[in-house]
């Protein structure tokens, strides 16, 4: 063993990535869980879901506002309600489950590095690398949402393809059905739209002794398999759900939004302005650009074409689907980084000392955001033209943005002497690391405050069994938040007068941009949200007295 340490670079080792994950992930979440809150409406939305199955005892039907909800599956529920039984009902749990879930979506990505290149043993830490430090991981990982989630049952069925050409085993056959159930419980049929393109296109990457009449045949028995798993939770559900819930779970979350999407329904081009934010900082590096011109002559054009039959359909399909989100196209970075990692790893021998400048700049500017925010806050408030942009700018202390720019000067300064691609690597990935805890410590006394909606919810709590109200959709802000045993029923402004007229002793909330939407009642708390919106709690004229604050 010890002979294996001395002589086996620890960069090669198949642990590496394991234990980068490990460490970089663990730090994420420390500054992540202790300094952030829950954000509305995503959030809440999914830990309100969670709660109310849990009150319930109810691990089949998803209810919000007591209602049957269609919108999601189960897992990211059922995970949160395991740790819940573990540890009890806490904040802790639900912040915690992201940093989870990015540790495993960056274990199953080097796995399926090695899978696609064993020869290449620097490229699966590298894959890792690009993965963990990239923008969109480092924005989203903290977040408590589908679309990383999704990249886990993404990458063990790609995985599998690949596996199974190569070997002909049948538990990747196997591997394979699970990731098309598990997929659907992640976050619905949409998971075959991200692994079936390369079984469709066997023929233009599989090995040539692969059988066409085989290879059919197993994998329309392994999505067989995967419907199994997914309907037996779908099946029951659905019963529990009734008609309508039967109908949204089967087509209307699926099919039904790819034609006319009820919510974000954007045009064929969207998703191009935002592809260079998806591979920052990497897609800066001149490394990177000319290790692209080799990959056209590797030994290993078979994981080109593979990868390449898998991305580029995938994200056409995605253009002509109508609704259309960023992290929609999450499960596909893998793909990306891999051919990357190999574009990086073909010019590892032959690094320039500033091939990695750039990524750091990026870092350094991310860093020092909050400190140009407040140092330029009147004019960001003439352009983005919020309530409270200039006040929620103001209150950043820019103190812990500098420390931040120093740090990862100081990291840019380590790499500059240093030809070890990992090495660069891992400090570039750190340096964004640093961007990310500085921007949890900076904002969590000012920009998170136009988040944080605990205050509202302890007035719930304060008042119990009082009628609640919503003004505008209301998306479960606080049922998690409040504990919530009771619906919230959903008015327009001009509905309230009435309702407080029915529910004397009742509560409303007001979301607006209009202050003299709650000009006629007793404001018991106001805040901001976001920076452009006001939150209101309020009663009756001249009641305010009997409601505890």
């Known amino acids: 063993m010890f002979h294996f340490l001395k002589t086996h670079p620890w960069a090669t080792s198949r642990y590496t990535p394991i234990l980068i994950s490990a460490v ?32 319930k005892g109810e691990w089949i039907l998803p209810t919000l506002n007591l209602e049957a909800y269609h919108h999601k599956p189960p ?11 573990f540890f009890g009902v806490n ?17 199953s990505v080097a796995r399926f590095a090695r899978a696609l290149l064993p020869t290449r043993a620097y490229v699966p830490p590298l894959t890792t690398l690009l993965f ?20 886990i049952p993404t990458m063990l069925g790609i ?26 419980l992640a976050k619905g049929p ?33 999505v067989a398999i995967g419907a199994v798993i997914a309907l037996a939770w779908a099946v029951p559900a659905a019963i529990k759900g009734g008609p309508e819930f039967a109908y949204k779970i089967f087509w209307g979350q699926s099919a039904g939004r790819m034609k006319d999407s009820f919510d974000h329904d954007r045009p064929l081009w969207w998703y191009l302005p935002f592809l260079p934010l998806l591979i920052l900082p990497w897609a800066t590096s001149p490394a990177l ?44 970075l893998p793909g990306v980084f891999l051919l990357m990692a190999v574009a990086l790893d073909e010019v590892r021998d032959d690094l320039k000392r500033y091939d990695f400048l750039a990524p750091f700049i990026i870092a350094l500017f991310l860093a020092l955001l909050p400190f140009l925010g407040k140092v330029f806050a009147e004019h960001f408030a003439l352009v983005i033209k919020g ?43 750190f340096a964004m690391l640093v961007f990310i805890a500085g921007f949890h410590m900076e904002f969590k006394k000012g920009f998170y405050k136009n988040y944080d909606l605990q205050p509202i919810a302890d007035i719930i709590q304060k008042n119990p069994n009082i009628p609640l109200a919503f003004t505008r959709n209301y998306h479960g802000e606080w049922g998690y938040l409040a504990r919530l045993d009771r619906p919230v029923q959903q008015l327009a402004v001009n509905e309230l007068s009435a309702w407080f007229k029915k529910n004397p002793t009742g509560m409303a909330f007001i979301r607006t941009k209009d202050e003299t939407e709650f000009k006629d009642y007793d404001v018991l708390y106001r805040m901001p949200f976001r920076m452009t919106a006001d939150y209101a709690v309020v009663v009756p004229k001249r009641r305010a007295a009997s409601y505890q604050k």
């Open 24 to 55: 970089f992930c663990f730090i994420f979440a420390l500054f992540g869980v202790f300094n952030r809150p829950f954000f509305p409406v995503d959030e809440t939305r999914y830990l309100t879901v969670a709660w109310e199955m849990w009150s």
């Open 91 to 107: 904040d802790a749990v639900g912040l915690a489950i992201p940093y989870i879930i990015c540790f495993v979506a960056a274990i």
């Open 75 to 85: 897992i990211l529920f059922w995970l949160i309600m395991s740790g819940w039984s």
């Open 387 to 429: 309530v409270h942009v200039e006040t929620t700018l103001n209150n950043v202390s820019a103190t812990i943005s500098l420390a931040c720019g120093a740090l990862i000067i100081f990291l840019m300064a380590l790499s500059l002497r240093s030809q070890n691609l990992i090495r660069i690597g891992l400090l570039t990935s």
């Open 289 to 332: 650009w000319r290790g692209f011109k080799f990959l056209k002559i590797i030994p290993e054009q078979n994981v080109i074409r593979f990868l390449l039959l898998w991305i580029t359909p995938v994200f056409l399909c995605f253009c002509f689907i109508s609704g259309k989100q960023v992290h929609y196209l999450f499960p596909l």
């Open 132 to 151: 963990l430090g990239s923008f969109p991981v480092l924005l989203y990982g903290n977040l408590l949402m589908f679309d990383v989630l999704l990249i």
């Open 159 to 184: 995985t599998a393809i690949w596996q199974y050409a190569h070997t002909q085993q049948g538990r990747h056959i196997f591997l394979f059905a699970l990731a098309v159930g598990f997929g659907v």
């Open 190 to 222: 949409v998971i075959l739209l991200h692994i079936l393109f390369p079984v469709l296109l066997m023929r233009f990457w599989a090995p040539q002794n692969v059988k066409g009449e085989n290879w059919a045949v197993a994998f329309t028995g392994a």
